[in-house]
């Protein structure tokens, strides 16, 4: 059974580069994946970091938890740590359940939306 999902891209380091790999890496992992456009914005937490921003719209037979897994292992794999976002892919819907609630309000979130074909 092929499920929808929404996977939000995030990289504060080396950010285009590590967008477009990360982009690569969901396109293999996923089915019919497309991409909203890219966003600029400045770390939530005031750092004074940017990050570039995206989202991806895709099918997959993978479970939950299935998927859940390779994210955490597509960010591992750029030498991601706490203090070092390299990649940061969050699962944000799978289906009609919704994750991360509070970022469906951030404005990058609803401005990505508003470029994917969903």
Wanted: charged share 25%; glycine share 4%.
């Amino acid at each position: 059974m092929k499920h929808r999902v929404i996977i939000a891209l995030g990289s504060a380091y080396l950010q285009a580069v590590h967008i477009q790999w990360a982009a690569e890496r969901l396109r293999i992992l996923l089915d019919d994946c497309t991409f909203s456009k890219r966003l600029w914005t400045p770390d939530i937490k005031g750092t004074g970091k940017w990050y570039m921003n995206q989202l991806a719209y895709a099918t997959t037979t993978l479970s939950v938890d299935e998927l859940q897994t390779a994210l955490k292992e597509i960010e591992a794999s750029t030498g991601r740590t706490k203090s070092l976002i390299t990649i940061d892919l969050d699962l944000m819907q799978y289906d009609q359940q919704r994750y991360h609630e509070k970022d469906w309000q951030r404005d990058y979130i609803i401005r990505c939306l508003s470029s994917l074909p969903c």
